[in-house]
């Protein structure tokens, strides 16, 4: 069956370090992967978008990178905020570029 | 900068009532979706919308909802009959190629 997993439901890291979130997905062959954010009662917010014929792909603080082969993708935050503590969301686009969602990993970063 | 819009932010509906959902994607995109998150889960397809018709829907888009683009620019999703279980967030989301999806804020359905 397809799944696409998010490493944990929840991440607790420290102010000024890098957060790295994973992505796993079986039995897809996306051409591309999107992350987005999500706050508490909001819609997810766009961040990156990597296709699959790209290794990493970068804005500002963040980086995104995408393995076909390990069906993986990695996503970085550096030099990270409280206001980064947020739900982060991995989706896979597929067919008439409809998104599939992970479940999300929940990062809290504390002062 | 655009962004969709959605009305109501929130509905409190009966069971059995229906309820429309309204959306004003943004104007020169061509494809447009409605999400679900149900309390505490991740956010669920729906249904696509392309070229003034369904694309493609999930086994969660059955008879009891439909879409509909009445004048090019709102874009409703209509729910018969509401039952207990369709109490959730409910996403718009439009994107212009391949790029990336503008989702708004959602409308927040409570069916009681």
């Known amino acids: 069956s397809q799944k696409i997993e998010q490493n944990s439901e929840a991440l607790n890291i420290q102010e000024g370090k890098t957060a790295t979130l994973t992505c796993n997905y079986t039995?897809?062959?996306?051409?591309?992967l999107q992350w987005y954010r999500q706050d508490p009662g909001r819609g997810p917010v766009f961040l990156l978008l990597?296709?699959?014929?790209?290794k990493e792909k970068r804005k500002e603080r963040l980086k995104v990178t995408f393995d076909t082969t390990l069906k993986q993708s990695l996503f970085h935050i550096t030099a990270s905020q409280p206001a980064d503590s947020a739900t982060y969301l991995c989706?896979?686009?597929?067919?008439?570029?409809?998104?599939?969602f992970g479940t999300g990993t929940r990062l809290l970063v504390s002062p | 900068e655009p962004e969709v819009t959605q009305t109501p932010s929130h509905q409190v509906t009966q069971m059995g009532q229906e309820v429309i959902l309204r959306c004003v994607p943004i104007?020169?995109?061509?494809?447009f979706y409605w999400y679900r998150q149900i309390l505490g889960q991740k956010v669920e397809f729906l249904v696509s919308f392309y070229n003034n018709e369904i694309s493609e829907k999930s086994e969660i888009f059955d008879d009891q909802f439909s879409v509909e683009r009445p004048d090019g620019s709102n874009f409703t999703l209509k729910i018969r009959s509401t039952k207990l279980e369709d109490s959730a967030m409910y996403f718009c989301?439009?994107?212009?190629?391949?790029?990336?999806?503008?989702f708004g804020q959602g409308t927040r359905l409570t069916v009681v």
């Open positions: 039995n897809y062959s996306p051409a591309y």
């Open positions: 990597i296709r699959e014929n790209e």
């Open positions: 104007s020169n995109h061509l494809y």
């Open positions: 989706a896979l686009v597929t067919g008439f570029q409809k998104l599939v």
């Open positions: 989301a439009s994107v212009r190629v391949v790029t990336e999806a503008f």
